[in-house]
């Protein structure tokens, strides 16, 4: 079964800051990979997914994600972090056998930005 | 368009209590989800429907009952409510397109729903 661990449940960076959550998914072949952001208070949006092809993929808002297949990772990264990206952070995976679009979701990451 | 909508936004009910949350979406999609999301777990499925007139269980289907018979709404019901119900739901839908099923889910604001 699949499955996906966010293993940092919280994250304080400054301003400006770089940053990289993780993700790790168990799945017996290549899954197609997303990461949402909740705002508070708000429904989930989507940033950025991996089907296939470049590893790294670009997002919305600035981020990106590398699909690290040796790892069975697909870390989030933002190179200068805004007030405003403080929110809850959500990996996710769906199976490429399925024909249901249905996701499984990591336990989230809550990002803090320090001024 | 308005996307996916959910109502109502709030409510408090007392145990034993029914309820039915609508979800209605805008977009012709195929595929609609209930999801519940709980601090520290992330979102887990509740039911999730790849058609009109389909319904199947997801991960956490207990004590909940779904009905899809409009294409555009997918109503989840809460026939006893307990404790345990306290949540955030959310609904999201999705579209078949290409060689995948997995394309964007577009999610609802969420209900917020807490039992006495």
């Known amino acids: 079964a699949q499955s996906v661990t966010q293993p940092d449940i919280h994250i304080t960076v400054s301003e400006g800051a770089s940053l990289e959550l993780r993700c790790n998914y168990s799945?017996?072949?290549?899954?197609?990979l997303f990461w949402y952001v909740q705002s508070p208070g708000q429904g989930l949006q989507l940033l950025l997914k991996?089907?296939?092809?470049?590893?790294l993929v670009q997002g919305i808002k600035g981020f990106e994600a590398e699909f690290k297949r040796s790892q069975s990772s697909f870390n989030l990264r933002k190179p200068s972090v805004h007030w405003s990206d403080a929110a809850e952070y959500f990996c996710?995976?769906?199976?490429?056998?399925?024909?249901?679009?249905?996701?499984?979701f990591g336990q989230g990451t809550t990002l803090q930005v320090k001024p | 368009n308005a996307g996916v909508t959910q109502t109502p936004k709030f409510r408090v009910l007392k145990t034993g209590q029914s309820m039915t949350l609508l979800c209605a979406q805008d977009?012709?999609?195929?595929?609609m989800y209930w999801y519940r999301q709980d601090p520290g777990m992330g979102l887990r499925l509740i039911h999730y429907s790849v058609g009109e007139g389909t319904t199947a269980k997801g991960e956490v289907p207990d004590g909940y009952n779904v009905s899809r018979l409009k294409k555009q709404n997918f109503l989840l019901g809460l026939e006893s409510a307990a404790p345990s119900q306290t949540s955030v739901y959310f609904c999201a839908s999705n579209y078949r397109g290409g060689r995948s099923s997995y394309n964007e889910q577009f999610f609802g604001p969420g209900t917020r729903l807490t039992v006495l």
């Open positions: 799945y017996g072949a290549t899954p197609y």
């Open positions: 996710a995976v769906g199976a490429t056998s399925s024909n249901t679009g249905k996701l499984i």
């Open positions: 977009m012709n999609h195929e595929y």
């Open positions: 991996y089907f296939s092809g470049d590893t």
